[in-house]
């Protein structure tokens, strides 16, 4: 089972990326994008997964509104702002690096 | 999402939390259909309150909400006890609102700088020397105008010297004399509009060229303030022209909005050029003050010692002249030094006469101030006692130390808030309604009080002061709570007793300061009131009148004669004016042609009759004769008699002033003659017809007629009068009428002010030190009503249990009175000035106050006593 360490640091990152790619999701569909595209290695907990979401819409990374679903259901749905845009580019640089250093010790060996 | 709308979530703090909720119940919803044990999906979110918490606190700001929290904490505990909570917020308003008042009259008259340039460079000349008659030391700023002159060539680049008079209430008409009317002018330097950086309103200012010459150019500035009252703000006024005396002025332009003149407490309305003045070239009169605008990096005791070096020069020059002076007199004179006070707020007499009595009225509500301040701290204290219980659950339940204080402060600030806005309505009101009590018949004082943000900073910073200063103890002591000790039932009581006691004390200290204070203020303006005056004032008006030009003392006579045929006159008499409006005019005299006395002889000249009119009193001797002239004969009162005629035998021997003989025909009873604070001054009346040398009629300018009237209400007949002087000669008019009673009552008006004041504050303190009794002593029976059962079930007498409970808090009664007798004492020395004939170490003045508060304290304990001696042991001791 995943450890919800397999996360540290980068679940901002995979949030602003899954919204970029698919904009207008709730919670519950961003854990499971991040579930089926991590081709079930990675998972969010909830417990994280929520105040992460209102700590990026405090700093204006995304915006909220409530829809009403197919099923009746009222629904929070999140999606990217500019700022979100500009920070998913920053994020995706620094991971880009942080991986390439990582990879670069692991083959130092 | 945005600063402000996390400000906003604040105060939807429940729909925030619906919010939150709203989003997670789909979640766990939408797991379960996907086939998630429901009770993991739970669980997968924690305890849901603390996710809520944790979502919630980033969507809000923490510290706000806790505060806003404690705010609508703090203000139902306010509201669940209205009474207590009324009374402390009133308490509070009244003091709070009596010291932003003093705050707005001392920042008004003694604080806030004139809307000049540069104010801090402003600084009044004085001259430091003691006073001839009573060797006290006295400062005086008033100047000749020669003089002036010399000191500003000797000054020149250093300083900009500004000759400023005094302002006067003057007559003048802009149309027929037949409508004269009165306005404030006052001579100013020409230069001065252009050192104080001002710029015109219309037309133009004054300049340097307007005051060169004597006489030359009669050039009027009007204020802003004269031209909005007097003329609506018309611009045609300037061109428009006045009759001052025999002088035609023509109005120039009008000056700045803000600037009224220098003389804080009076609005000029008419400037004019020094050199218009007719003592401008006098050397021996004063009439002006002198102030200087110090340029910068100038050294202040070179400067002043080069002022002093020139006036000194001057002075000595002049008294070479002087004849009629005695050697000490005149060494006395020059002994004078001159010094530089700072004049950034002006300089006016009601500064000189109001500062110390405004500062000790400000020292007085602030002591209210504290007083209410204790009470309330008491209160707070009492009220954190109910409350342990509820402080330790709070404890047990995670709340810091600081959370607590915080919970404490914020109901402190809500009774400060409260307080404060009632007293800033209060402040609003009686500032100008104690500013409208300094008034003096004939002289309005004019002081400008805005409400801005130095008064608005003040109040914010009192308001805060207050908050801490009762606020602070009882929270600290909240924050102090150890839950295990509480939970039980009672941490050390006494922890709390001994700073109520000691704040019982503190209270009862300056509650004596302020009615002792009071006392002192209340005995002066009594003793002040009552003193015999040796005349009656009843009936009589007095009414100052000019003549267009000198007119001989005959034409003077013919008026007094017309006015005796008015029906409802009674008397009329004439003299250069009434005793006690200030006009004095005193010298040297020699007796038996002996050399000059050391000690100066006041004169005023009278007609025959003024005597009997004033019910003087005569001791020996006749009154004047309608021939009788000065120099020639004179009265004297019983004072110059002691001074001058140690034999007691003064009838039919002489006295000299200058060339001037006079044989002394009569002695009448002493009578105040300038003011009544001074002891009674050597008096001399001469005759109101006055001759020169070669035995000529001296012509009079300007006289007061005494009218006694029959009817009891003399003023009814000023208008009547006022018109019957012009229609007896037309050249004579009136410009000033006033009872002689309004003359002696505006001698007492700052007695009669700052003892009314005083008496208000001490009623206040009183009342207030009396609730803080009554609420310690309540609470302390209600502490001890679990002792007080069982020593009343084992048998203890009322009159013992009543006793126990008051002990305490009388031995601190009486500390805190013993401090104030001390601190009374001490402190009377500041106000020695404001003091008539009254001694801080009067018994009557010490014993009153401490009579007063033991009273107070002994009717507070009432009804705490009454609750403890009727406590039932029984039900007490089964309620435990």
Same mark, same amino acid.
């Given at each position: 089972?995943?450890?919800?360490?397999?996360?540290?640091?980068? #679940?901002?990152? #995979?949030?602003?990326?899954?919204?970029?790619?698919?904009?207008?999701?709730?919670?519950?569909?961003?854990?499971?994008?991040?579930?089926?595209?991590?081709?079930?290695? #990675?998972?969010?907990?909830?417990?994280? #997964?929520?105040?992460?979401?209102?700590?990026?819409?405090?700093?204006?990374?995304?915006?909220?509104?409530?829809?009403?679903?197919?099923?009746?259901?009222?629904?929070?749905?999140?999606?990217?702002?500019?700022?979100?845009?500009k920070q998913l580019a920053t994020e995706e640089s620094r991971w880009e690096a942080v991986t390439a250093a990582v990879n670069r010790v692991l083959r130092a060996v | 999402m945005s600063f402000w709308s996390r400000i906003v979530n604040i105060v939807r703090g429940d729909r925030l939390n619906r919010e939150i909720d709203e989003e997670i119940q789909p979640h766990i919803e939408e797991a379960i259909e996907h086939g998630r044990d429901p009770a993991e999906a739970h669980r997968s979110f924690?305890?849901?309150?603390?996710?809520?918490?944790?979502?919630?606190?980033?969507?809000?700001?923490?510290?706000?909400?806790?505060?806003?929290?404690?705010?609508?904490?703090?203000?139902?505990?306010?509201?669940?006890?209205?009474?207590?909570?009324?009374?402390?917020?009133?308490?509070?308003?009244?003091?709070?609102?009596?010291?932003?008042?003093?705050?707005?009259?001392?920042?008004?008259?003694?604080?806030?700088?004139?809307?000049?340039? /540069?104010?801090?460079?402003?600084?009044?000349?004085?001259?430091?020397?003691?006073?001839?008659?009573?060797?006290?030391?006295?400062?005086?700023?008033?100047?000749?105008?020669?003089?002036?002159?010399?000191?500003?060539?000797?000054?020149?680049?250093?300083?900009?010297?500004?000759?400023?008079?005094?302002?006067?209430?003057?007559?003048?008409? !802009?149309?027929?004399?037949?409508?004269?009317?009165?306005?404030?002018?006052?001579?100013?330097?020409?230069?001065? &509009?252009?050192?104080?950086?001002?710029?015109?309103?219309?037309?133009?200012?004054?300049?340097?060229?307007?005051?060169?010459?004597?006489?030359?150019?009669? !050039?009027?500035?009007?204020?802003?303030?004269?031209?909005?009252?007097?003329?609506?703000?018309?611009?045609?006024?300037?061109?428009?022209?006045?009759?001052?005396?025999?002088?035609? *002025?023509?109005?120039?332009? +009008?000056?700045?909005?803000?600037?009224?003149?220098?003389?804080?407490?009076?609005?000029?309305?008419?400037?004019?050029?020094?050199?218009?003045?007719?003592?401008?070239?006098?050397?021996?009169?004063?009439?002006?003050?002198?102030?200087?605008?110090?340029?910068?990096?100038?050294?202040?005791?070179?400067?002043?010692?080069?002022?002093?070096?020139?006036?000194? @020069?001057?002075?000595?020059? $002049?008294?070479?002249?002087?004849?009629?002076?005695?050697?000490?007199?005149?060494?006395?004179?020059?002994?004078?030094?001159?010094?530089?006070?700072?004049?950034?707020?002006?300089?006016?007499?009601?500064?000189?006469?109001?500062?110390?009595?405004? +500062?000790?009225?400000?020292?007085?509500?602030?002591?209210?101030?504290?007083? @209410?301040?204790?009470?309330?701290?008491?209160?707070?204290?009492?009220?954190?006692?109910?409350?342990? %219980?509820?402080?330790?659950?709070?404890?047990?339940?995670?709340?810091?130390?600081?959370?607590?204080?915080?919970?404490?402060?914020?109901?402190?600030?809500?009774?400060?808030?409260?307080?404060?806005?009632?007293?800033?309505? *209060?402040?609003?009101?009686?500032?100008?309604?104690?500013?409208?009590?300094?008034?003096?018949?004939?002289?309005?004082?004019?002081?400008?009080?805005?409400?801005?943000?130095?008064?608005?900073? *003040?109040?914010?910073?009192?308001?805060?002061?207050?908050?801490?200063?009762?606020?602070?103890?009882?929270?600290?002591?909240?924050?102090?709570?150890? =839950?295990?000790?509480?939970?039980?039932?009672?941490?050390?009581?006494?922890?709390?007793?001994?700073?109520?006691?000691?704040?019982?004390?503190?209270?009862?200290?300056?509650?004596?300061?302020?009615?002792?204070?009071?006392?002192?203020?209340?005995?002066?303006?009594?003793?002040?009131?009552?003193?015999?005056?040796?005349?009656?004032?009843?009936?009589?008006?007095?009414?100052?009148?000019?003549?267009?030009?000198?007119?001989?003392?005959?034409?003077?006579?013919?008026?007094?004669?017309?006015?005796?045929?008015?029906?409802?006159?009674?008397?009329?008499?004439?003299?250069?004016?009434?005793?006690?409006?200030?006009?004095?005019?005193?010298?040297?005299?020699?007796? /038996?042609?002996?050399?000059?006395?050391?000690?100066?002889? !006041?004169?005023?000249?009278?007609?025959?009759?003024?005597?009997?009119?004033?019910?003087?009193?005569?001791?020996?001797?006749?009154?004047?004769?309608?021939?009788?002239?000065?120099?020639?004969?004179?009265?004297? /009162?019983?004072?110059?008699?002691?001074? *001058?005629?140690?034999?007691?035998? =003064?009838?039919?021997?002489?006295?000299?002033?200058?060339?001037?003989?006079?044989?002394?025909?009569?002695?009448?009873?002493?009578?105040? !003659?300038?003011?009544?604070?001074?002891?009674?001054?050597?008096?001399?009346?001469?005759?109101?017809?006055?001759?020169?040398?070669?035995?000529?009629? $001296?012509?009079?300018?300007?006289?007061?007629?005494?009218?006694?009237?029959?009817?009891?209400?003399?003023?009814?007949?000023?208008?009547?009068?006022?018109?019957?002087? =012009?229609?007896?000669?037309?050249? &004579? %008019?009136?410009?000033?009428?006033?009872?002689?009673?309004?003359?002696?009552?505006?001698?007492?008006?700052?007695?009669?002010?700052?003892?009314?004041?005083?008496?208000?504050?001490?009623?206040?303190?009183?009342?207030?030190?009396?609730?803080?009794?009554?609420?310690?002593?309540?609470?302390?029976?209600?502490q001890r009503r679990r002792e007080i059962g069982i020593r009343m079930a084992i048998g203890a007498q009322a009159g013992h249990i009543a006793r126990r409970v008051t002990a305490d808090v009388f031995r601190m009664v009486l500390t805190g009175a013993v401090a104030g007798v001390a601190l009374g004492i001490a402190s009377a020395r500041y106000i020695e000035t404001l003091l008539y004939q009254v001694k801080a170490t009067e018994l009557g003045l010490l014993a009153l106050p401490a009579l007063g508060i033991l009273l107070t304290a002994s009717l507070a304990a009432v009804p705490a006593v009454i609750r403890a001696v009727r406590i039932d042991p029984a039900t007490i001791l %089964?309620?435990?």
């Open positions: 089972m995943p450890k919800p360490d397999s996360l540290q640091g980068s #679940l901002d990152l #995979l949030v602003l990326k899954i919204l970029s790619r698919r904009p207008r999701l709730h919670g519950y569909a961003i854990m499971s994008a991040i579930k089926d595209w991590s081709g079930d290695v #990675l998972r969010a907990e909830e417990g994280s #997964l929520y105040p992460a979401l209102h700590r990026m819409e405090v700093a204006g990374w995304i915006r909220a509104e409530w829809i009403t679903k197919d099923t009746g259901r009222r629904a929070r749905i999140y999606q990217l702002t500019a700022a979100g845009k | 924690g305890p849901l309150l603390s996710r809520r918490e944790e979502s919630r606190d980033i969507r809000l700001i923490a510290w706000l909400d806790s505060l806003r929290a404690d705010a609508v904490l703090g203000y139902r505990q306010l509201t669940k006890r209205k009474v207590t909570s009324a009374a402390a917020i009133l308490s509070l308003a009244l003091a709070i609102g009596a010291c932003t008042s003093a705050f707005r009259l001392i920042d008004a008259l003694l604080l806030r700088p004139l809307p000049v340039a /540069n104010p801090g460079q402003l600084y009044a000349l004085l001259r430091e020397g003691s006073n001839l008659v009573d060797d006290k030391p006295f400062k005086g700023d008033m100047w000749p105008y020669p003089s002036f002159r010399l000191m500003r060539a000797a000054v020149k680049g250093q300083a900009e010297l500004l000759a400023i008079s005094y302002a006067a209430r003057m007559d003048l008409s !802009y149309k027929s004399d037949a409508e004269i009317e009165k306005a404030t002018v006052q001579y100013v330097s020409g230069w001065m &509009f252009d050192s104080f950086g001002l710029r015109p309103s219309a037309g133009r200012l004054l300049t340097e060229n307007d005051d060169l010459k004597p006489g030359a150019r009669p !050039y009027a500035v009007l204020s802003h303030d004269y031209w909005k009252r007097r003329f609506a703000q018309d611009r045609r006024a300037i061109g428009r022209t006045f009759r001052m005396g025999d002088t035609l *002025f023509e109005i120039v332009g +009008i000056g700045p909005a803000p600037f009224t003149g220098t003389e804080t407490g009076t609005v000029t309305d008419i400037f004019i050029p020094t050199m218009m003045h007719p003592g401008v070239t006098r050397d021996d009169w004063t009439w002006m003050r002198t102030l200087a605008r110090v340029y910068p990096g100038v050294a202040m005791e070179p400067l002043r010692a080069r002022l002093d070096a020139s006036s000194h @020069a001057f002075e000595e020059e $002049r008294a070479k002249g002087f004849k009629d002076e005695t050697r000490e007199s005149i060494e006395r004179f020059l002994a004078q030094k001159v010094v530089l006070e700072p004049a950034a707020a002006g300089a006016s007499g009601l500064q000189q006469n109001y500062r110390v009595s405004l +500062i000790a009225i400000g020292i007085l509500v602030a002591l209210v101030l504290l007083i @209410a301040c204790a009470n309330v701290a008491n209160l707070l204290t009492a009220q954190a006692a109910s409350r342990a %219980r509820e402080m330790a659950l709070r404890v047990s339940i995670g709340a810091g130390r600081w959370r607590l204080v915080q919970l404490v402060l914020v109901e402190s600030a809500w009774l400060a808030l409260l307080a404060a806005t009632l007293g800033a309505a *209060f402040a609003w009101w009686s500032a100008p309604f104690v500013v409208s009590r300094i008034n003096p018949p004939d002289n309005p004082v004019r002081l400008t009080l805005p409400a801005d943000w130095r008064v608005l900073a *003040f109040g914010l910073a009192l308001t805060l002061g207050v908050t801490l200063l009762f606020g602070l103890a009882p929270a600290l002591r909240a924050s102090a709570t150890r =839950p295990a000790s509480a939970l039980k039932g009672g941490s050390d009581p006494h922890a709390r007793g001994r700073l109520m006691h000691a704040l019982i004390a503190v209270q009862v200290a300056f509650c004596f300061l302020v009615l002792f204070v009071a006392g002192l203020f209340a005995a002066t303006f009594d003793r002040l009131s009552h003193r015999p005056m040796g005349f009656s004032t009843e009936r009589l008006l007095t009414l100052d009148t000019v003549a267009d030009r000198a007119e001989a003392p005959v034409f003077w006579d013919q008026v007094a004669d017309h006015l005796r045929t008015v029906p409802g006159v009674e008397t009329v008499a004439l003299s250069g004016w009434p005793l006690l409006s200030g006009g004095s005019w005193n010298g040297f005299v020699s007796v /038996n042609g002996a050399p000059l006395g050391s000690v100066l002889a !006041y004169f005023l000249s009278i007609s025959p009759g003024w005597i009997d009119a004033m019910k003087i009193r005569f001791v020996d001797g006749r009154d004047f004769r309608a021939n009788d002239t000065s120099p020639g004969v004179a009265i004297v /009162n019983e004072t110059f008699v002691k001074q *001058f005629f140690p034999d007691g035998r =003064p009838i039919g021997q002489s006295i000299a002033k200058g060339d001037g003989v006079y044989q002394v025909v009569g002695v009448v009873r002493d009578v105040p !003659y300038k003011d009544i604070h001074e002891p009674i001054l050597p008096a001399v009346y001469v005759p109101f017809h006055s001759v020169d040398a070669k035995g000529a009629s $001296r012509p009079i300018r300007g006289s007061a007629f005494l009218v006694r009237t029959s009817s009891a209400n003399p003023l009814a007949l000023a208008s009547t009068l006022r018109r019957e002087v =012009p229609r007896a000669r037309p050249e &004579f %008019r009136v410009s000033n009428v006033r009872t002689q009673a309004d003359l002696v009552l505006a001698q007492t008006v700052r007695e009669r002010l700052l003892a009314m004041l005083a008496l208000f504050f001490a009623g206040v303190a009183l009342l207030l030190a009396g609730i803080g009794l009554y609420g310690v002593l309540d609470y302390s029976v209600l %089964r309620s435990e």
